[in-house]
DNA sequence: GGCGCTTTACTTGTATGGAAGTATGGTTTA
DNA sequence: TAAACCATACTTCCATACAAGTAAAGCGCC
Protein backbone atom coordinates (compact mmCIF):
# COMPACT_ATOMS: atom_id res chain seq x y z
CA UNK A 1 0.00 0.00 0.00
CA UNK A 2 2.76 2.71 0.56
CA UNK A 3 6.03 1.23 0.18
CA UNK A 4 5.64 0.25 -3.32
CA UNK A 5 8.26 2.66 -4.50
CA UNK A 6 10.71 1.91 -2.95
CA UNK A 7 12.59 -2.29 -2.91
CA UNK A 8 14.21 -3.21 -0.58
CA UNK A 9 16.39 -6.16 -1.46
CA UNK A 10 14.81 -9.97 -0.13
CA UNK A 11 16.17 -11.57 2.39
CA UNK A 12 18.33 -14.57 2.15
CA UNK A 13 15.32 -16.91 3.37
CA UNK A 14 12.63 -15.30 1.18
CA UNK A 15 14.78 -15.71 -1.88
CA UNK A 16 15.36 -19.27 -0.82
CA UNK A 17 11.56 -20.04 0.15
CA UNK A 18 10.91 -18.54 -3.56
CA UNK A 19 13.27 -20.75 -5.27
CA UNK A 20 11.87 -23.24 -3.59
CA UNK A 21 8.08 -22.98 -3.98
CA UNK A 22 8.34 -22.59 -7.83
CA UNK A 23 10.63 -25.65 -8.02
CA UNK A 24 7.95 -27.34 -6.23
CA UNK A 25 4.66 -26.36 -8.14
CA UNK A 26 6.72 -27.16 -11.30
CA UNK A 27 7.33 -30.52 -9.92
CA UNK A 28 10.92 -29.97 -10.05
CA UNK A 29 11.00 -31.17 -6.51
CA UNK A 30 8.66 -34.71 -6.45
CA UNK A 31 6.32 -35.51 -4.07
CA UNK A 32 8.60 -37.66 -1.69
CA UNK A 33 12.03 -35.76 -1.86
CA UNK A 34 14.09 -35.21 0.62
CA UNK A 35 15.50 -31.66 1.84
CA UNK A 36 18.07 -31.15 3.83
CA UNK A 37 18.74 -28.32 5.52
CA UNK A 38 22.65 -28.72 5.51
CA UNK A 39 23.01 -29.33 1.67
CA UNK A 40 21.05 -26.83 0.38
CA UNK A 41 22.62 -24.38 2.68
CA UNK A 42 26.15 -25.48 1.94
CA UNK A 43 25.31 -25.71 -1.88
CA UNK A 44 24.20 -22.32 -2.31
CA UNK A 45 27.19 -21.48 0.57
CA UNK A 46 24.53 -19.63 3.21
CA UNK A 47 23.88 -20.84 6.85
CA UNK A 48 21.16 -23.17 7.59
CA UNK A 49 19.36 -20.63 9.40
CA UNK A 50 17.83 -18.97 5.92
CA UNK A 51 16.79 -22.37 4.91
CA UNK A 52 15.29 -23.34 8.04
CA UNK A 53 12.84 -20.78 7.79
CA UNK A 54 12.03 -21.22 3.98
CA UNK A 55 11.38 -25.11 5.14
CA UNK A 56 9.13 -23.43 7.80
CA UNK A 57 7.16 -21.39 5.13
CA UNK A 58 6.53 -24.48 2.94
CA UNK A 59 5.63 -26.54 5.61
CA UNK A 60 2.69 -23.54 6.30
CA UNK A 61 1.73 -24.16 2.27
CA UNK A 62 1.57 -27.71 3.28
CA UNK A 63 4.37 -28.53 0.58
CA UNK A 64 6.72 -29.70 2.62
CA UNK A 65 6.84 -31.87 5.63
CA UNK A 66 8.65 -31.40 8.58
CA UNK A 67 9.48 -34.25 11.18
CA UNK A 68 11.15 -33.18 13.77
CA UNK A 69 14.85 -34.96 14.36
CA UNK A 70 14.00 -37.05 10.94
CA UNK A 71 14.02 -34.89 8.14
CA UNK A 72 12.00 -32.47 6.10
CA UNK A 73 10.05 -34.29 3.08
CA UNK A 74 8.13 -32.40 -0.28
CA UNK A 75 4.18 -33.39 0.78
CA UNK A 76 2.66 -36.02 -1.96
CA UNK A 77 -0.09 -34.68 -3.07
CA UNK A 78 -2.96 -35.25 -1.03
CA UNK A 79 -6.07 -36.72 -3.05
CA UNK A 80 -8.88 -35.62 -0.95
CA UNK A 81 -7.27 -31.87 -0.66
CA UNK A 82 -7.39 -32.04 -4.56
CA UNK A 83 -10.97 -32.79 -4.73
CA UNK A 84 -11.91 -30.70 -2.46
CA UNK A 85 -10.03 -27.49 -3.97
CA UNK A 86 -12.21 -28.48 -7.07
CA UNK A 87 -15.14 -28.48 -4.96
CA UNK A 88 -14.46 -24.67 -3.73
CA UNK A 89 -13.25 -23.52 -7.01
CA UNK A 90 -16.35 -25.02 -8.98
CA UNK A 91 -18.61 -23.58 -6.24
CA UNK A 92 -16.99 -19.75 -5.96
CA UNK A 93 -15.73 -19.57 -9.46
CA UNK A 94 -19.15 -20.56 -11.15
CA UNK A 95 -20.53 -17.83 -8.34
CA UNK A 96 -18.08 -15.40 -10.14
CA UNK A 97 -18.79 -16.21 -13.35
CA UNK A 98 -22.69 -15.38 -13.01
CA UNK A 99 -21.40 -12.27 -11.20
CA UNK A 100 -19.35 -11.57 -14.56
CA UNK A 101 -22.05 -11.89 -16.99
CA UNK A 102 -24.49 -9.61 -15.36
CA UNK A 103 -21.66 -6.71 -15.26
CA UNK A 104 -20.02 -7.41 -18.44
CA UNK A 105 -17.11 -4.93 -17.90
CA UNK A 106 -15.92 -4.85 -21.17
CA UNK A 107 -12.22 -3.83 -20.16
CA UNK A 108 -11.59 -7.02 -18.00
CA UNK A 109 -13.34 -8.94 -20.84
CA UNK A 110 -10.75 -8.02 -23.27
CA UNK A 111 -8.46 -9.05 -20.88
CA UNK A 112 -9.39 -11.98 -20.73
CA UNK A 113 -9.54 -12.70 -24.15
CA UNK A 114 -6.33 -11.54 -24.70
CA UNK A 115 -5.25 -14.35 -22.49
CA UNK A 116 -7.00 -17.08 -24.34
CA UNK A 117 -5.22 -15.63 -27.44
CA UNK A 118 -2.12 -15.94 -25.68
CA UNK A 119 -3.56 -19.83 -24.79
CA UNK A 120 -3.48 -20.78 -28.05
CA UNK A 121 0.50 -19.28 -28.89
CA UNK A 122 1.89 -21.07 -25.80
CA UNK A 123 -0.59 -24.07 -27.06
CA UNK A 124 1.66 -24.24 -30.33
CA UNK A 125 5.09 -23.66 -29.34
CA UNK A 126 4.36 -26.31 -26.61
CA UNK A 127 4.85 -23.83 -23.94
CA UNK A 128 3.61 -25.69 -20.78
CA UNK A 129 4.88 -23.01 -18.19
CA UNK A 130 3.82 -20.51 -19.99
CA UNK A 131 0.49 -22.24 -20.66
CA UNK A 132 -0.17 -22.81 -17.20
CA UNK A 133 0.88 -19.02 -15.85
CA UNK A 134 -1.47 -18.09 -18.82
CA UNK A 135 -4.30 -20.09 -17.49
CA UNK A 136 -3.49 -18.56 -14.07
CA UNK A 137 -4.04 -15.20 -15.16
CA UNK A 138 -7.32 -16.00 -16.87
CA UNK A 139 -9.12 -17.15 -13.68
CA UNK A 140 -7.63 -14.27 -11.87
CA UNK A 141 -9.01 -11.83 -14.50
CA UNK A 142 -12.27 -14.12 -13.83
CA UNK A 143 -12.29 -12.42 -10.02
CA UNK A 144 -11.25 -9.00 -11.01
CA UNK A 145 -14.07 -8.73 -13.48
CA UNK A 146 -16.16 -9.65 -10.73
CA UNK A 147 -15.40 -6.98 -8.56
CA UNK A 148 -13.64 -9.29 -6.13
CA UNK A 149 -10.03 -9.94 -6.72
CA UNK A 150 -8.82 -10.49 -3.36
CA UNK A 151 -10.84 -13.81 -4.08
CA UNK A 152 -8.04 -14.80 -5.85
CA UNK A 153 -5.70 -14.34 -3.48
CA UNK A 154 -7.31 -17.51 -1.18
CA UNK A 155 -7.79 -19.48 -4.54
CA UNK A 156 -4.27 -19.00 -5.25
CA UNK A 157 -3.05 -21.14 -2.20
CA UNK A 158 -5.82 -24.01 -3.76
CA UNK A 159 -4.54 -23.48 -6.96
CA UNK A 160 -0.87 -24.96 -6.09
CA UNK A 161 -2.08 -28.40 -5.23
CA UNK A 162 -4.02 -28.87 -8.28
CA UNK A 163 -0.70 -26.83 -9.95
CA UNK A 164 1.56 -29.62 -9.31
CA UNK A 165 -0.73 -32.60 -11.07
CA UNK A 166 -1.46 -30.28 -14.02
CA UNK A 167 2.69 -30.19 -14.23
CA UNK A 168 2.33 -33.99 -14.66
CA UNK A 169 -0.57 -34.53 -16.64
CA UNK A 170 -1.00 -31.51 -19.02
CA UNK A 171 -0.64 -32.95 -22.90
CA UNK A 172 -1.61 -31.55 -26.08
CA UNK A 173 -5.33 -32.52 -25.61
CA UNK A 174 -5.71 -31.05 -22.36
CA UNK A 175 -4.59 -27.97 -23.63
CA UNK A 176 -6.84 -27.36 -26.38
CA UNK A 177 -10.22 -28.64 -24.39
CA UNK A 178 -8.86 -26.08 -22.09
CA UNK A 179 -8.91 -23.10 -24.59
CA UNK A 180 -11.64 -23.88 -25.41
CA UNK A 181 -14.08 -24.06 -22.24
CA UNK A 182 -12.16 -20.69 -21.99
CA UNK A 183 -13.67 -19.58 -24.47
CA UNK A 184 -17.21 -20.94 -23.16
CA UNK A 185 -17.10 -18.90 -20.32
CA UNK A 186 -16.38 -15.94 -22.12
CA UNK A 187 -18.78 -16.58 -24.50
CA UNK A 188 -21.29 -16.88 -21.81
CA UNK A 189 -20.06 -14.15 -19.94
CA UNK A 190 -20.34 -11.42 -22.62
CA UNK A 191 -24.01 -13.00 -23.69
CA UNK A 192 -25.36 -12.04 -20.82
CA UNK A 193 -26.26 -15.57 -19.80
CA UNK A 194 -25.32 -15.88 -16.07
CA UNK A 195 -26.80 -19.59 -16.17
CA UNK A 196 -24.78 -20.93 -18.77
CA UNK A 197 -21.76 -19.23 -17.76
CA UNK A 198 -21.70 -20.60 -14.63
CA UNK A 199 -22.92 -23.90 -15.75
CA UNK A 200 -19.65 -23.57 -18.24
CA UNK A 201 -17.31 -22.52 -14.89
CA UNK A 202 -18.30 -25.22 -13.12
CA UNK A 203 -18.16 -27.71 -15.74
CA UNK A 204 -14.76 -26.62 -16.59
CA UNK A 205 -13.34 -26.67 -13.51
CA UNK A 206 -14.67 -30.58 -12.91
CA UNK A 207 -13.07 -31.63 -15.51
CA UNK A 208 -9.90 -30.46 -15.03
CA UNK A 209 -9.27 -33.27 -12.76
CA UNK A 210 -10.27 -36.10 -15.49
CA UNK A 211 -6.87 -37.62 -15.22
CA UNK A 212 -6.45 -37.92 -11.78
CA UNK A 213 -7.34 -41.85 -11.45
CA UNK A 214 -4.68 -42.55 -14.48
CA UNK A 215 -2.15 -40.36 -12.64
CA UNK A 216 -2.51 -41.94 -9.49
CA UNK A 217 -2.41 -45.66 -11.29
CA UNK A 218 0.98 -44.34 -13.17
CA UNK A 219 2.72 -42.96 -9.85
CA UNK A 220 1.40 -43.93 -7.05
CA UNK A 221 4.29 -42.66 -4.67
CA UNK A 222 3.82 -39.66 -5.59
CA UNK A 223 -0.41 -39.69 -4.40
CA UNK A 224 -1.65 -40.02 -0.82
CA UNK A 225 -5.37 -40.53 0.76
CA UNK B 1 -2.71 -41.31 8.89
CA UNK B 2 0.09 -43.20 10.99
CA UNK B 3 1.73 -42.21 13.47
CA UNK B 4 -1.44 -41.32 15.30
CA UNK B 5 -0.54 -43.83 18.27
CA UNK B 6 2.32 -42.30 19.82
CA UNK B 7 2.22 -38.59 20.58
CA UNK B 8 5.46 -37.32 20.85
CA UNK B 9 6.10 -33.67 22.37
CA UNK B 10 5.64 -30.57 20.67
CA UNK B 11 8.43 -28.48 19.85
CA UNK B 12 8.94 -24.78 22.09
CA UNK B 13 8.15 -23.39 18.32
CA UNK B 14 5.26 -24.68 17.92
CA UNK B 15 4.07 -24.42 21.60
CA UNK B 16 4.88 -20.54 21.12
CA UNK B 17 2.64 -20.27 17.93
CA UNK B 18 -0.44 -22.22 19.23
CA UNK B 19 -0.25 -19.58 22.23
CA UNK B 20 0.10 -16.48 19.87
CA UNK B 21 -2.17 -17.75 17.68
CA UNK B 22 -5.23 -18.65 19.97
CA UNK B 23 -4.51 -15.16 21.70
CA UNK B 24 -4.84 -13.34 18.17
CA UNK B 25 -7.83 -14.95 16.83
CA UNK B 26 -9.74 -14.26 20.85
CA UNK B 27 -8.37 -10.47 19.58
CA UNK B 28 -6.23 -10.37 22.97
CA UNK B 29 -3.76 -9.55 20.54
CA UNK B 30 -5.37 -6.43 18.77
CA UNK B 31 -4.86 -5.48 15.23
CA UNK B 32 -1.82 -3.08 15.07
CA UNK B 33 -0.62 -4.95 17.88
CA UNK B 34 3.58 -4.39 18.64
CA UNK B 35 5.51 -7.83 19.02
CA UNK B 36 9.00 -8.30 20.25
CA UNK B 37 10.88 -11.22 19.54
CA UNK B 38 12.91 -10.33 22.61
CA UNK B 39 10.40 -9.67 25.00
CA UNK B 40 8.49 -12.98 24.85
CA UNK B 41 11.52 -14.91 25.07
CA UNK B 42 12.93 -13.53 27.78
CA UNK B 43 9.36 -13.09 29.49
CA UNK B 44 8.85 -17.13 29.19
CA UNK B 45 12.37 -17.96 29.09
CA UNK B 46 13.66 -19.52 26.12
CA UNK B 47 15.99 -17.82 23.24
CA UNK B 48 14.66 -15.79 20.21
CA UNK B 49 14.91 -18.61 17.70
CA UNK B 50 11.78 -20.17 18.42
CA UNK B 51 9.50 -17.18 18.99
CA UNK B 52 10.82 -16.11 15.92
CA UNK B 53 9.78 -19.12 13.76
CA UNK B 54 6.58 -18.76 15.34
CA UNK B 55 6.44 -15.18 13.71
CA UNK B 56 7.36 -16.24 10.83
CA UNK B 57 4.14 -18.83 10.81
CA UNK B 58 2.36 -15.95 11.66
CA UNK B 59 2.86 -14.20 8.92
CA UNK B 60 1.91 -16.91 6.37
CA UNK B 61 -1.24 -17.01 7.89
CA UNK B 62 -1.29 -13.62 7.40
CA UNK B 63 -2.24 -12.90 11.03
CA UNK B 64 0.84 -11.03 11.34
CA UNK B 65 3.49 -8.81 9.29
CA UNK B 66 7.34 -9.05 9.54
CA UNK B 67 8.58 -5.87 8.78
CA UNK B 68 12.46 -6.00 8.39
CA UNK B 69 14.88 -4.43 10.51
CA UNK B 70 11.54 -2.38 12.11
CA UNK B 71 9.30 -4.85 14.16
CA UNK B 72 6.55 -7.50 14.17
CA UNK B 73 3.27 -6.52 14.44
CA UNK B 74 -0.66 -8.23 14.24
CA UNK B 75 -1.98 -8.02 11.11
CA UNK B 76 -5.24 -5.43 10.51
CA UNK B 77 -8.15 -7.13 9.73
CA UNK B 78 -8.49 -6.45 6.02
CA UNK B 79 -12.05 -5.43 5.08
CA UNK B 80 -11.39 -6.75 1.60
CA UNK B 81 -10.48 -10.00 2.37
CA UNK B 82 -13.15 -10.45 5.25
CA UNK B 83 -15.56 -9.99 2.73
CA UNK B 84 -13.88 -12.25 0.05
CA UNK B 85 -14.26 -14.85 2.98
CA UNK B 86 -17.56 -14.52 2.73
CA UNK B 87 -18.26 -14.90 -0.67
CA UNK B 88 -16.24 -17.94 -0.35
CA UNK B 89 -18.09 -19.09 2.16
CA UNK B 90 -21.56 -18.32 0.69
CA UNK B 91 -20.69 -20.18 -2.58
CA UNK B 92 -19.40 -23.65 -1.00
CA UNK B 93 -21.19 -23.53 2.33
CA UNK B 94 -24.33 -23.23 -0.04
CA UNK B 95 -23.17 -26.31 -2.27
CA UNK B 96 -22.48 -28.11 0.72
CA UNK B 97 -25.68 -27.17 1.89
CA UNK B 98 -27.56 -28.61 -0.77
CA UNK B 99 -25.20 -31.92 -0.79
CA UNK B 100 -25.83 -32.80 2.56
CA UNK B 101 -29.63 -32.38 1.95
CA UNK B 102 -30.02 -34.61 -0.78
CA UNK B 103 -28.13 -37.32 1.33
CA UNK B 104 -29.04 -36.51 5.08
CA UNK B 105 -26.68 -39.10 6.62
CA UNK B 106 -28.66 -39.37 9.98
CA UNK B 107 -25.43 -39.59 12.23
CA UNK B 108 -23.94 -36.38 11.12
CA UNK B 109 -27.52 -34.50 11.66
CA UNK B 110 -27.65 -35.44 15.18
CA UNK B 111 -24.24 -34.25 15.81
CA UNK B 112 -25.63 -31.12 14.10
CA UNK B 113 -28.94 -30.78 16.30
CA UNK B 114 -26.51 -31.36 19.22
CA UNK B 115 -24.20 -28.15 19.12
CA UNK B 116 -26.97 -26.47 18.31
CA UNK B 117 -28.32 -27.13 21.24
CA UNK B 118 -24.54 -26.27 23.29
CA UNK B 119 -25.16 -22.96 21.92
CA UNK B 120 -28.58 -22.24 23.65
CA UNK B 121 -26.20 -23.25 26.33
CA UNK B 122 -23.11 -21.65 26.10
CA UNK B 123 -26.05 -18.30 25.25
CA UNK B 124 -27.76 -18.47 28.20
CA UNK B 125 -23.87 -18.72 29.89
CA UNK B 126 -22.59 -16.02 28.07
CA UNK B 127 -19.87 -17.82 27.32
CA UNK B 128 -19.05 -15.82 23.98
CA UNK B 129 -15.69 -18.56 23.75
CA UNK B 130 -17.68 -21.77 24.14
CA UNK B 131 -20.34 -20.23 21.99
CA UNK B 132 -17.63 -19.49 19.03
CA UNK B 133 -15.80 -22.65 19.14
CA UNK B 134 -19.35 -24.29 18.60
CA UNK B 135 -20.20 -22.50 16.18
CA UNK B 136 -17.02 -23.46 14.51
CA UNK B 137 -18.24 -27.14 14.75
CA UNK B 138 -21.37 -27.02 13.75
CA UNK B 139 -20.18 -25.43 9.78
CA UNK B 140 -17.15 -28.15 9.96
CA UNK B 141 -20.28 -30.74 10.46
CA UNK B 142 -21.79 -29.06 7.91
CA UNK B 143 -19.10 -30.08 5.37
CA UNK B 144 -18.71 -33.50 7.02
CA UNK B 145 -22.01 -34.53 6.26
CA UNK B 146 -21.52 -33.64 2.96
CA UNK B 147 -18.67 -36.40 2.63
CA UNK B 148 -16.12 -33.58 2.26
CA UNK B 149 -14.46 -32.78 5.73
CA UNK B 150 -11.16 -32.25 4.00
CA UNK B 151 -13.62 -28.90 3.04
CA UNK B 152 -12.92 -27.42 6.25
CA UNK B 153 -9.53 -27.58 5.98
CA UNK B 154 -9.40 -24.97 3.35
CA UNK B 155 -12.01 -22.89 4.85
CA UNK B 156 -10.64 -22.64 8.37
CA UNK B 157 -7.83 -20.40 7.00
CA UNK B 158 -10.47 -18.05 5.75
CA UNK B 159 -12.75 -17.83 8.93
CA UNK B 160 -9.78 -16.94 11.02
CA UNK B 161 -10.04 -13.42 9.67
CA UNK B 162 -13.75 -13.84 10.36
CA UNK B 163 -13.49 -14.84 14.04
CA UNK B 164 -11.57 -12.06 14.88
CA UNK B 165 -14.15 -9.69 13.80
CA UNK B 166 -16.83 -11.81 16.03
CA UNK B 167 -14.83 -11.59 18.69
CA UNK B 168 -15.72 -7.91 18.62
CA UNK B 169 -18.93 -7.81 17.79
CA UNK B 170 -20.82 -10.86 19.53
CA UNK B 171 -23.46 -9.37 20.95
CA UNK B 172 -26.66 -11.59 22.59
CA UNK B 173 -28.61 -10.22 19.89
CA UNK B 174 -26.47 -12.02 17.42
CA UNK B 175 -26.21 -14.98 19.06
CA UNK B 176 -29.72 -15.92 18.87
CA UNK B 177 -29.99 -15.21 15.38
CA UNK B 178 -27.30 -17.46 14.72
CA UNK B 179 -29.13 -20.51 16.63
CA UNK B 180 -31.99 -19.75 14.75
CA UNK B 181 -30.11 -19.66 11.38
CA UNK B 182 -28.26 -22.57 12.46
CA UNK B 183 -31.73 -24.56 13.21
CA UNK B 184 -33.00 -23.45 9.75
CA UNK B 185 -30.42 -24.90 7.72
CA UNK B 186 -30.62 -28.24 9.91
CA UNK B 187 -34.54 -28.29 8.79
CA UNK B 188 -34.09 -27.47 5.72
CA UNK B 189 -31.97 -30.45 5.55
CA UNK B 190 -33.72 -32.99 7.05
CA UNK B 191 -36.91 -31.62 4.73
CA UNK B 192 -34.45 -32.82 2.25
CA UNK B 193 -35.51 -29.75 0.57
CA UNK B 194 -32.00 -28.66 -1.24
CA UNK B 195 -32.83 -25.13 -2.25
CA UNK B 196 -33.99 -24.09 0.99
CA UNK B 197 -31.11 -25.70 2.68
CA UNK B 198 -29.04 -23.54 0.12
CA UNK B 199 -30.62 -20.36 0.67
CA UNK B 200 -30.46 -20.71 3.87
CA UNK B 201 -26.98 -21.65 4.39
CA UNK B 202 -26.11 -18.27 1.88
CA UNK B 203 -28.38 -16.31 4.15
CA UNK B 204 -26.76 -17.40 7.22
CA UNK B 205 -22.52 -16.28 6.24
CA UNK B 206 -24.25 -13.07 4.09
CA UNK B 207 -26.05 -11.77 7.19
CA UNK B 208 -22.88 -12.38 9.64
CA UNK B 209 -21.27 -9.59 8.77
CA UNK B 210 -24.02 -6.96 9.00
CA UNK B 211 -22.29 -5.15 12.05
CA UNK B 212 -19.23 -4.71 9.81
CA UNK B 213 -19.51 -0.93 9.02
CA UNK B 214 -20.24 -0.31 12.79
CA UNK B 215 -17.34 -2.26 13.72
CA UNK B 216 -15.26 -0.14 11.15
CA UNK B 217 -16.50 3.59 12.64
CA UNK B 218 -16.16 2.24 16.06
CA UNK B 219 -12.40 0.78 16.01
CA UNK B 220 -10.83 2.64 12.63
CA UNK B 221 -8.00 1.60 13.80
CA UNK B 222 -8.09 -1.95 13.75
CA UNK B 223 -8.85 -2.57 9.60
CA UNK B 224 -7.51 -1.75 6.53
CA UNK B 225 -8.90 -1.53 2.92
C1' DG C 1 13.72 28.96 17.24
C1' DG C 2 14.63 25.60 13.77
C1' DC C 3 17.34 22.70 10.74
C1' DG C 4 20.71 18.93 10.28
C1' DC C 5 23.97 15.73 11.85
C1' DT C 6 25.41 12.21 15.14
C1' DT C 7 24.86 9.07 18.59
C1' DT C 8 22.39 5.46 20.66
C1' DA C 9 19.07 2.16 21.47
C1' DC C 10 16.36 -0.52 19.49
C1' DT C 11 14.59 -4.01 15.57
C1' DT C 12 15.05 -8.26 12.58
C1' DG C 13 18.52 -11.16 9.85
C1' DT C 14 22.36 -14.49 9.64
C1' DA C 15 26.07 -17.58 11.29
C1' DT C 16 27.66 -21.14 14.21
C1' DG C 17 28.09 -24.44 17.98
C1' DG C 18 26.08 -27.81 20.52
C1' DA C 19 21.84 -30.54 22.39
C1' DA C 20 18.43 -34.03 21.62
C1' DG C 21 16.38 -37.40 18.97
C1' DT C 22 16.37 -40.98 15.12
C1' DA C 23 17.92 -44.56 12.00
C1' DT C 24 21.31 -47.66 10.43
C1' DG C 25 24.80 -50.96 10.33
C1' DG C 26 28.15 -53.60 12.82
C1' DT C 27 29.26 -56.22 16.88
C1' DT C 28 28.53 -59.03 20.54
C1' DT C 29 26.20 -62.61 22.84
C1' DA C 30 23.26 -66.42 23.74
C1' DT D 1 21.67 -68.51 13.22
C1' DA D 2 19.32 -64.91 15.29
C1' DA D 3 18.29 -61.56 18.48
C1' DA D 4 19.83 -57.82 21.46
C1' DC D 5 23.02 -54.16 22.05
C1' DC D 6 25.86 -50.34 20.85
C1' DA D 7 28.55 -47.06 18.21
C1' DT D 8 28.10 -43.82 14.63
C1' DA D 9 26.34 -40.76 11.42
C1' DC D 10 22.91 -38.42 10.33
C1' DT D 11 18.50 -35.16 11.15
C1' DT D 12 16.03 -31.11 13.16
C1' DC D 13 15.91 -28.02 17.29
C1' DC D 14 17.57 -24.47 20.39
C1' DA D 15 20.89 -21.03 22.28
C1' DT D 16 24.08 -17.46 21.56
C1' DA D 17 26.83 -13.96 19.25
C1' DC D 18 27.25 -10.80 15.86
C1' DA D 19 25.86 -8.15 11.62
C1' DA D 20 22.89 -4.89 9.28
C1' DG D 21 19.39 -1.78 9.18
C1' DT D 22 15.91 1.59 11.33
C1' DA D 23 14.22 5.29 14.15
C1' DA D 24 14.20 8.58 17.42
C1' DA D 25 16.32 11.40 20.76
C1' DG D 26 20.00 14.63 21.71
C1' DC D 27 23.14 18.05 20.49
C1' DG D 28 25.48 21.44 17.91
C1' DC D 29 25.12 24.96 14.65
C1' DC D 30 23.18 28.58 11.98
Redesign the interface.
Given at each position: ?ESSIIT?AP?TASQVYDWLHRRVLRGELPPGARLSETEIATEIGISRQPVR?AF??LG??GLAEIR?QRGTYISKI?I??V???R??R???E??LARLTASLRPPQALGAMQAEIDLQHAADSAGDVNGFIESDDRFHRLLAVAAG?E??W???E??KSQMNRLRHMSMRAFDRARTIAQHQQILDAIRAGDSEAAETAARTHLHQMLTELPQMVAQYPEFF??
Amino acid sequence: MESSIITLAPSTASQVYDWLHRRVLRGELPPGARLSETEIATEIGISRQPVREAFIRLGSDGLAEIRPQRGTYISKISISAVLSARLIREAVEGDLARLTASLRPPQALGAMQAEIDLQHAADSAGDVNGFIESDDRFHRLLAVAAGHEAVWTDLERLKSQMNRLRHMSMRAFDRARTIAQHQQILDAIRAGDSEAAETAARTHLHQMLTELPQMVAQYPEFFTD
